[in-house]
């Protein structure tokens, strides 16, 4: 097995799901900060031309986060990180797909327009800086929803830690100021998520 880990956060997912499973994955660097995943060879193996990408011992390629922790919790699935039962796997499932779809894709393309513009415009289509600005704001809004769901919970899928607080985790601290995040103020119970999942070990993989 082989993870192409590069800098940002879903690598750093994929990293820190595997940690908390004692998995060591051979990690082959790609410099995105020098486009290297947008070209030959990186390009060639993932077409879709992100980070991280996942080759298995019999040589196939597995691409996006999920599928990538989908396929390690297979091989390896104790401790359960997205579920011991149908009933876990389909709640794991279900906010993974609600923070990603809700949270991460909004908050990601958002910052790339705005941000991150100077990098990325001559790389890929970006929203205005306008259009940026109010997803922004509807994630903020989505982000709150989540927090209200929180409450009185450990974690997002009640006392079970999983990879729906992973994906949380990796993506409200990536860039941030060390020990900060991007969660907002207002977003208390997010915030005590954030924090009760910092001083894991598999944080630093």
Not at 58 to 67: H, K, S, Y
Not at 112 to 138: M, N
Not at 166 to 193: D, E, K, Q
Request: hydrophobic fraction near 40%.
């Amino acid at each position: 097995m082989k993870l192409y880990n590069s800098l940002g956060p879903n690598p750093h997912v994929v990293r820190m799901f595997a940690a908390e499973k004692g998995i060591a994955l051979p990690l082959e660097e790609v410099d995105v900060m020098g486009a290297a995943h947008r070209q030959p060879p990186y390009a060639t193996l993932n077409p879709m031309m992100q980070t991280p990408a996942f080759e298995t011992d019999d040589g196939q390629v597995i691409c996006e986060i999920t599928a990538i922790c989908e396929y390690l919790e297979e091989l390896h699935p104790t401790p359960a990180l997205i579920g011991a039962t149908p009933g876990e796997r389909a709640e794991t499932r279900m906010w993974c797909r609600r923070i990603d779809l809700n949270i991460i894709e909004g908050r990601s393309r958002a910052f790339r327009a705005t941000g991150a513009r100077e990098f990325y415009k001559d790389k890929i289509k970006l929203l205005s800086v306008e259009a940026a600005q109010e997803l922004f704001a509807l994630v903020e809004d989505r982000v709150l929803w989540l927090d209200g769901q929180l409450a009185g919970k450990t974690y997002v899928c009640g006392d079970r830690y999983s990879l729906a607080d992973i994906i949380l985790y990796c993506f409200m601290t990536f860039g941030a100021p060390a020990g900060g995040s991007h969660v907002p103020p207002a977003a208390r119970n997010l915030h005590a998520l954030v924090e009760r999942i910092r001083p894991r070990a598999a944080t630093a993989a």
